[in-house]
């Protein structure tokens, strides 16, 4: 798709993940002319790298399965998590959201895109009012050959193999040997995965099939899109955007901007100058793709562009493997026989909680006593019946322990001298634990007591999935790090994804969408796709305010 610089267009995209591609095709739909811009050399961003889900209430799909949801019930359960924390939050943004976003799946469909659904994924908080299943979509697999040329550039994800599955079949692939079904569900996938491989076919899934099937479309409106080619500035006259100065073949191009610019490239998760400015981490254990620098929200103060939420992130205990690289971690810390706990030995949370919540805890803790790393302490069955992070049951590679990832001891007290931990306090934490799992009731931090934490259990351990004794050696330990998955705060942008000044006036022409954004869930996270679903549906909104 990349081709001649253009002098001129009507809509300027920068960044290429999931809501940049949808503002983009967007735009092309109503019949501006639309371009594309990535300053590294993979397209994809952190949508590629992510499980794909995008959460949209009463979506048609909730609709054609008979499941009652509506924009009132939506709107209930967001006034119900998200805490007001100025205008990002905003009445009107959500409402906006809620709104738009069922309007924006059936968008995509209709100009081809094929969601995949499921009724796996609960909210993430199921004890609040308005709460339902099926609001968390993703991409069916797709073939990456039909991407043609742009399958080699796009971003590659560590976490997800190249195998045809969805996200509903997670579920059965972290723990594959522990139920019949579970086992006959990972021999279809691999027998689908060679049937493919044998084609010729090459499998994309979860955040790679999402770009990938907004790519097709973008392609097949012959929309551009240019790597290496960072947006340098951007120039207003009279409030408004004029023009684009673009680094492109080690020239700075100008661009007239005949309409808007979308600034869709991502948050500063990997800037960390920048966030040790307004976080206590820094980049080091995000699972942001290294080009996160906040370029784009820089951009947009330089003109003037309020903020919010700088503060935040889209918090996720991550791992950090012994080449660099950041993994997340979902399931590790839910499934039972395995607790966390800070450095002197001590639990101080639901292991099991959504993801963004345990990341706070994890820094919040660390404000207290010592807590970055943490550990998560394991015991034998733990290793052997679920996979951990890419590792299958039972495999766990000598270098990793050699490299001192995987902490192995054959005694309580061996695995907290080699850990740094207060023996006594450790053998106290796990007895006190393991009189609470043989009982099935958390009784210090509810884990286990809902159907989100229940999703990330496992059904054969009673009577509670998430909880089990930790007795049986040898006994394992691995550092868990308050990372992310994205920064969370960024330009703030009103009920239609312009960007605003402090004074709430907004800069003519100029949008934000995803994390270049300060995000409508303020400081929570709503259920699966909680990060992608407002970043599609403003991205949406904001081209079709664009047009008008």
């Known amino acids: 798709m990349e081709r001649q610089m ?5 809509v300027l995209v920068v960044g290429s993940g999931a809501a940049a591609i949808a503002g983009a095709i967007t735009a092309a739909r109503a019949g501006l002319s639309a371009l594309i811009i990535e300053k590294t050399d993979c397209w994809g961003g952190t949508s590629a790298l992510s499980g794909g889900g995008v959460w949209i209430p009463n979506n048609i799909f909730m609709r054609e399965n008979g499941i009652d949801d509506t924009a009132d019930i939506a709107l209930q359960y967001l006034d119900e998590i998200v805490e007001n924390v100025g205008a990002c939050t905003s009445p009107a943004r959500k409402q906006a959201f809620v709104k738009y ?13 094929e969601w995949s659904f499921s009724t ?3 909210d993430y908080y199921p004890n609040k009012k308005g709460v339902r299943s099926g609001r968390a979509l993703g991409a069916r697999v797709m073939d990456g050959n039909n991407l043609g040329a742009w399958q080699h550039t796009l971003r590659k994800s560590q976490s997800f193999p190249p195998l045809v599955f969805n996200s509903s079949d997670v579920f059965a692939l972290i723990s594959p040997l522990r139920t019949v079904g579970n086992f006959l569900t990972l021999l279809r996938i691999l027998a689908v ?11 994309l899934s979860m955040g790679s099939a999402l770009v990938g099937r907004l790519l097709l479309i973008a392609q097949k409106l012959n ?7 960072p947006l340098v500035d951007l120039r207003e006259e009279n409030g408004r955007i004029v023009s684009a100065d673009i680094h492109h073949d080690e020239n700075i191009k100008r661009v007239r901007i005949n309409k808007a610019v979308l600034l869709a490239a991502g948050g500063f998760a990997r800037n960390d100058q920048f966030r040790r400015q307004y976080q206590p981490v820094g980049g080091d254990y995000s699972a942001a793709p290294p080009g996160d620098t906040g370029d784009a929200i820089q ?3 330089k003109l003037g562009a309020a903020t919010a939420l ?9 791992v950090v493997m012994p080449d660099g690289s950041v993994n997340i971690t979902l399931w590790e810390r839910a499934m039972p026989h395995s607790i966390m706990v800070d450095q002197r030995g001590e639990r101080y949370m ?3 909680q959504p993801y963004v919540d345990c990341g706070r805890h994890m820094l919040a803790r660390d404000r207290i006593t010592p807590a970055i790393p943490s550990w998560l302490i394991m015991d034998a069955r733990h290793r052997k019946q679920y996979v951990f992070v890419t590792n299958p049951p039972g495999v766990t590679p000598k270098k990793l322990i050699d490299a001192g990832f995987f902490i192995k001891a054959d005694s309580l007290d061996d695995l907290a001298l080699q850990c740094g931990i207060d023996a006594r306090k450790l053998h106290r934490t796990v007895s006190h634990f393991n009189l609470m799992a043989r009982k099935g009731v958390d009784d210090d931090f509810n884990r286990g007591d809902n159907a989100f934490d229940n999703s990330y259990g496992d059904p054969l351990v009673q009577p509670n999935p998430n909880l089990g004794p930790i007795e049986q050696a040898p006994f394992w330990a691995v550092r868990i790090y308050p990372g992310d998955i994205g920064t969370k705060g960024g330009l703030l942008t009103d009920e239609n994804a312009q960007v605003v000044r402090d004074d709430g006036t907004p800069i003519g022409g100029l949008y934000a969408a995803g994390n270049s954004s300060a995000s409508v869930m303020g400081r929570s996270y709503p259920g699966a796709g909680g990060t992608l679903g407002p970043a599609l549906t403003f991205a949406y909104i904001a081209m079709r305010h664009a047009a008008t």
Request: glycine share 10%; no cysteine; net charge negative.
């Open 310 to 318: 700088m503060d935040e992130a889209w918090w996720q205990p991550n």
């Open 223 to 229: 929309i551009p899109l240019f790597l290496n080619t």
């Open 193 to 203: 995965s060679i049937g493919w491989r044998l084609s010729g076919r090459r499998p």
């Open 299 to 301: 951009i947009g103060q």
């Open 120 to 122: 796996h994924f609960p």
């Open 350 to 352: 639901n292991e099991a």
């Open 6 to 10: 253009p002098e001129e267009i009507d």
């Open 101 to 113: 976003g069922p309007e924006m799946v059936e968008f995509l469909r209709e100009n081809g895109f």
